[in-house]
Nanobody, 128 residues
Framework: VQLQASGGGLVQAGDSLRLSCAGS????????VGWFRQAPGKEREFVGA????????HYADSVKDRFTISGDYGKNTVVLQMDSLRPEDTAVYYC??????????????????????WGQGTLVTVYS
């Protein structure tokens, strides 16, 4: 599967952005799809993920209640809706996909090492 992330931009604190992860080649229903972000000088960190077939959705504590992941599988796309953005949300956002099977998916999808496919990243900059 090939992934393409889009929707990043420059916004003010408190604003919203909607990122999309479009898949091609195979249906994203077959994959766990995760969103990660990487700020300058920092490691890529987990933001949230939707498990295979849209079974469940999980978030990092830092974004819970502000970010929402949804699957638009008719368009083979997974969306990350980001509300109440903060300057510390500034980063390059990546989507990834994995077909691995986890005994505990809610934990497995949080590790960037398990993802086999990555999109190219989209930059989100939040100013105060």
């Amino acid at each position: 599967v090939q992934l393409q992330a889009s929707g990043g931009g420059l916004v003010q604190a408190g604003d919203s952005l909607r990122l999309s992860c479009a898949g091609s080649g195979r249906t994203l229903l077959s994959y766990h799809v995760g969103w990660f972000r990487q700020a300058p000088g920092k490691e890529r960190e987990f933001v949230g993920a939707v498990t295979r077939n849209g079974h469940s959705i999980h978030y990092a504590d830092s974004v819970k209640d502000r970010f929402t992941i949804s699957g638009d599988y008719g368009k083979n796309t997974v969306v990350l809706q980001m509300d109440s953005l903060r300057p510390e949300d500034t980063a390059v956002y990546y989507c990834g996909a994995t077909s691995k099977t986890f005994r505990a998916p809610q934990l497995g999808v949080r590790a960037r090492e398990v993802y086999d496919y990555w999109g190219q990243g989209t930059l989100v900059t939040v100013y105060s």
